[in-house]
């Protein structure tokens, strides 16, 4: 198995120990680990050169090319994000925000339908939720097939000084999800939410055909013939 890990951030607190402890059960061929912003410093500038011209046409390219070649090789994907503000970090969303040319309804790589993805959250007090819904929302409309979601109150901003009480229950959350991530690494269920907006975007590529970009793209995939990506998934 090849992992990708996102990290919203350079600090190697909580969320880090967390992508770290899961990573450890998983016994991996090959981690890649890209530290934000370092791994992606610019905002993206709305341009739209990912979208009406080749992706690597991207202003940025000498960071999105990498990242996403790292993307499409990896497995399982791991997002990491402390929050802030009651959000993702600012860092995470820039990262998130160029690689939209992915979602299903543009350009989506074949590869993410049989992709499974984690995303942990961390924050002191139990206000995860917008942090993990702003990511899976990217990894579900990028077309991975299934995502795990582990948002936890640390109680303190030192990993060291955490419960021991919260760290068992780290602890037999990275347990299933990895039993799970082990169980479905051949083939991974496809998510109704994916399935949902392929069909969607589907209907709209053959309907309406907004960008010819898209439309070429889809045809060249025989998709607008009825096939869709999770039935050539290798078992």
Not at 80 to 101: E, R
Not at 198 to 219: I, P
């Amino acid at each position: 198995m090849k992992i990708c890990v996102i990290y919203g951030t350079e600090r190697k607190g909580s969320s880090y120990q967390i992508a770290q402890a899961l990573i450890n059960k998983l016994d991996p061929k090959k981690i890649t680990e890209l530290f934000l912003p370092s791994a992606l410093p610019k905002f993206c500038v709305s341009c739209f050169s990912c979208f009406n011209d080749d992706w690597q046409s991207c202003p940025h390219h000498q960071f999105t090319i990498p990242a996403r070649e790292a993307l499409i090789e990896s497995d399982l994907i791991i997002m990491t994000s402390p929050v802030y503000s009651l959000h993702l970090t600012g860092q995470m969303k820039t990262f998130l925000d160029h690689f939209a040319n992915m979602f299903i309804v543009h350009r989506p790589e074949p590869s993410m339908f049989r992709k499974q993805g984690v995303i942990i959250a961390t924050s002191i007090g139990p206000v995860t939720g917008s942090t993990i819904k702003s990511i899976k929302d990217s990894l579900d409309f990028w077309g991975v097939a299934k995502t795990y979601t582990m948002g936890f109150a640390m109680q303190q901003t030192d990993w060291e000084k955490v419960n021991d009480r919260i760290k068992k229950k780290i602890e037999k959350r990275t347990n299933q999800i990895a039993k799970s991530i082990q169980k479905h690494k051949n083939r991974p269920p496809i998510s109704f939410r994916v399935k949902k907006w392929f069909y969607l975007s589907q209907f709209m590529q053959k309907r309406f055909g907004y960008n010819l970009t898209d439309v070429s793209y889809w045809s060249d995939q025989g998709w607008l013939d009825g096939s869709v990506p999770w039935h050539d998934t290798p078992r």
